[in-house]
C-alpha cells in the first residue's frame, strides 16, 4: 500500500523557517492527492496545504503567503516550505495522502507525524 514517512520538523524561533519532506517508501500506486496536515494540543487536526497531481493547490487561510506545498509525482514525495514562522504554528505534521489509484477509494494515508514547535 501506501507508506508516509516524513522528516525535517524541529524547534525554530518564530520569525525562522523549516522544511518538511514526506515520502511514499513503497512508491508502488499513483497518489491523487498529497498533502500536511497539523494538530495542536487539545485542537482538531486541520488541513495546512494540499496538492493535487495535477498541482492544484489548496491552503488553509493562516499559512497563505508563508508556506509553500510541492510534491514530486514520479517519486511520491511531498514537501512543505515553512517561512515566517509563528508560534500558533506549533503543532505535530502529518503527511497524507488522499485518492490512492490502485486502492480503494475513501482511504486516506498518514505518516507518523513530525512535531513542530515555534518559541516567541
Known amino acids: 500500500q501506501v507508506q508516509l514517512v516524513e522528516s525535517g520538523g524541529g524547534l525554530v524561533q518564530a520569525g525562522g523557517s523549516l522544511r518538511l519532506s514526506c515520502v511514499d517508501s513503497?512508491?508502488?500506486?499513483?497518489?491523487?492527492?498529497m498533502g500536511w496536515y497539523r494538530q495542536a494540543p487539545g485542537k482538531q487536526r486541520e488541513l495546512v496545504a494540499s496538492?493535487?497531481?495535477?498541482?492544484?493547490?489548496n491552503y488553509a487561510d493562516s499559512v497563505k503567503g508563508r508556506f509553500t506545498i510541492s510534491r514530486d509525482n514520479a517519486k511520491n514525495t511531498v514537501t512543505l516550505q515553512m517561512n515566517s514562522l509563528k508560534p500558533e504554528d506549533t503543532a505535530v505534521y502529518y503527511c497524507?495522502?488522499?485518492?490512492?489509484?490502485?486502492?480503494?477509494?475513501?482511504?486516506?494515508?498518514w505518516g507518523q507525524g513530525t512535531q513542530v514547535t515555534v518559541s516567541s
Open positions: 513503497r512508491n508502488i500506486f499513483r497518489i491523487g492527492d
Open positions: 496538492m493535487t497531481i495535477g498541482g492544484s493547490t
Open positions: 497524507n495522502a488522499d485518492k490512492v489509484v490502485g486502492l480503494p477509494l475513501g482511504v486516506s494515508y
